[in-house]
Nanobody, 127 residues
Framework: QVQLVESGGGLVQAGGSLRLSCAAS????????MGWFRQIPGKEREFVAG????????LAADSVKGRFTISRDNAKNTVYLQMNSLKPEDTAVYYC????????????????????WGQGTQVTVSS
């Protein structure tokens, strides 16, 4: 079983940057695709970005493409989300998650495809 702990959230002005980290323990992190999702109250959790197990493939939502970058360091069991040019509409709780199927080149974009979740970290972007 994989345990995930996010960090790096906070308050930032529009146009600023933040880097989120997600540290994994247990399970087989390096075999598993990872994703970042975000959620605001009253709305469904939405896919932000994902990376497959060996970093050969990444995927980003249209709303963040060109501004957010996902990466991973398997030696450190950590996945990152670099967020640049932040906008007020990026305000949400951000979650990292581990995909169910190991060793897949596919990066899934829906929550049911992810088996393990962190507790979330709040990102607030002021205008």
């Amino acid at each position: 079983q994989v345990q995930l702990v996010e960090s790096g959230g906070g308050l930032v002005q529009a146009g600023g940057s933040l880097r989120l980290s997600c540290a994994a323990s247990g399970g087989t992190f390096r075999n598993t695709a990872m994703g970042w999702f975000r959620q605001i109250p009253g709305k469904e959790r939405e896919f932000v970005a994902g990376v497959n197990w060996n970093s050969a493939r990444t995927l980003a939502a249209d709303s963040v493409k060109g501004r957010f970058t996902i990466s991973r360091d398997n030696a450190k069991n950590t996945v990152y989300l670099q967020m640049n040019s932040l906008k007020p509409e990026d305000t949400a709780v951000y979650y990292c998650a581990a995909q169910r199927l190991p060793f897949t080149q596919v990066v899934f974009t829906t929550p049911p495809d992810y088996a393990y979740w962190g507790q979330g970290t709040q990102v607030t972007v002021s205008s």
